[in-house]
């Protein structure tokens, strides 16, 4: 199946994180000067603001709030490590209500200290002490499978499979996957695991970028979409077949743009959308 064209920007949305260099507030007016839809909120945008106000100015200008980014992390070798991760969790979900943010998304975390599956039964438990807070504030969760060269120390949830899995394991409507094309466009299962996810109705979020070669940082070099070799259209629309409907989610971690001015940065998301997602 062949994606429709994006010819539009309803369901763009923009993370905080990818115009680091502004403000909270000045990313909300540019955004929603540009014409942007969505918004996801870094927690970092957040510090030191009066977080229910942030959510009433974000709402003012039509903009939607997507998610709340990020939770998760919660492998340590140290229990009391492990105890303040789930405190952390609460409290980015209380935020997240504050917010009006309907959805935190998990970078589920690993430790280089241990093994991988300690690190994942660990995740399982950090989900169950957290996911009775989630479901009792109304917002949804949804676990972000990282690239494997991530699974050291941000995630040892490496693939759409092992998110389906533990989802399916909670079985609750309030934990979902979160799908980032950066992550999973090299996985052969990609496309039957977007179905699995999209019948179960646990497919809660869609990122979009691209891969850079070569990606000079492990981090912080992603590319614009179109400017690397990520399927994107070819991914958006075995999302979109599975079910699908939510923002397509720009999220680009970037030293070279964030070196550059913002506007014309956002300027070329929006020509890189519309082109090549
Ligand atoms: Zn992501």
């Known amino acids: 199946m062949r994606a429709s064209r994006l010819n539009d920007f309803s369901r763009l949305c923009i993370h905080t994180i990818t115009t680091r260099p502004w403000s909270i507030e000045e990313a909300i007016e540019k955004y929603a000067a540009a014409g942007v839809t969505g918004i996801s909120v870094w927690r970092d945008s957040l510090v030191g603001r009066d977080i229910a106000n942030i959510g009433n100015r974000i709402r003012s200008l039509n903009l939607e709030i997507v998610s709340t980014v ?21 409290q980015c979900i209380e935020d997240s209500s504050v917010l009006g943010s309907p959805l935190v998304v998990l970078v589920c975390g690993a430790s280089e200290k241990q093994d991988l599956s300690e690190s994942r039964d660990q995740i399982k438990a950090g989900i169950d002490a957290v996911l009775p807070y989630a479901q009792e504030s109304g917002v949804k969760l949804a676990i972000e499978p990282l ?15 092992q998110a389906n899995e533990i989802a399916e394991y909670f079985d609750s409507q309030f934990l979902g996957v979160a799908v980032d094309v950066y992550h999973v ?7 039957s695991e977007i179905q699995r996810c999209g019948k179960q109705g646990k497919l809660f979020a869609f990122h979009i970028c691209d891969w850079l070669t070569p990606t000079v940082d492990m981090l912080n070099d992603r590319g614009l979409m179109g400017d690397g070799c990520i399927p994107l259209s070819r991914i958006r629309s075995w999302m979109e077949s599975a079910g699908f409907s ?6 680009i971690f970037s030293n070279k ?21």
């Open 70 to 90: 990020r939770g998760g992390f919660f492998p340590n070798i140290d229990e009391t490590a492990r105890k303040d991760a789930i405190a952390d969790n609460i």
């Open 147 to 161: 690239q494997p060269m991530y699974a050291d120390t941000r995630s040892a949830v490496n693939t759409i499979k």
């Open 185 to 191: 466009w090299w996985d052969p299962d990609l496309e």
């Open 246 to 251: 939510g923002y397509n989610e720009v999220e």
């Open 257 to 277: 743009y964030w070196a550059g001015d913002q506007d014309e940065f956002l300027n070329k998301i929006k020509e890189a959308y519309i082109k090549h997602s």
